[in-house]
């Protein structure tokens, strides 16, 4: 019902920046909580940031927090990832999420795309 199609990703040297695009369709993008994770090779999904549909609140994992800025535009159906300062430890897959309140869990998902931070 709803579809996520994530863009940006790309390899960037270390304290670079980079960012990331997820253009939403099939609902109301305004009421859809969205959000990032990200994967690593041989680690599980994380966590990264995320922004309310109620009050565009947002938070982030203490490991991003700081270099990274999540944000949305309504009018476009999309939200935005902005990256900066990137370590090589920020390499992953990173995937864009949404969810029909901000009380429950993501249960839309994009593909992912590929961000590679090199030293």
């Known amino acids: 019902q709803v579809h996520l199609s994530e863009s940006g990703g790309g390899l960037v040297q270390a304290g670079g920046s980079l960012s990331l695009s997820c253009a939403a369709s099939?609902?109301?993008?305004?009421?859809?909580?969205m959000g990032w994770f990200r994967q690593a090779p041989g680690r599980e999904r994380e966590f990264v940031a995320g922004i309310k549909s109620s009050d565009g609140g947002t938070n982030y994992a203490d490991s991003v927090k700081g270099r990274f800025t999540i944000s949305r535009d309504n009018a476009k159906n999309t939200v935005y990832l902005q990256m900066n300062s990137l370590k090589p430890e920020d390499t992953a897959v990173y995937y864009c999420?949404?969810?029909?309140?901000?009380?429950?869990?993501?249960?839309?998902w994009g593909q992912g795309t590929q961000v590679t931070v090199s030293s």
């Open positions: 999420a949404a969810r029909k309140s901000d009380y429950l869990g993501y249960e839309y």
């Open positions: 099939g609902r109301t993008f305004s009421r859809l909580g």
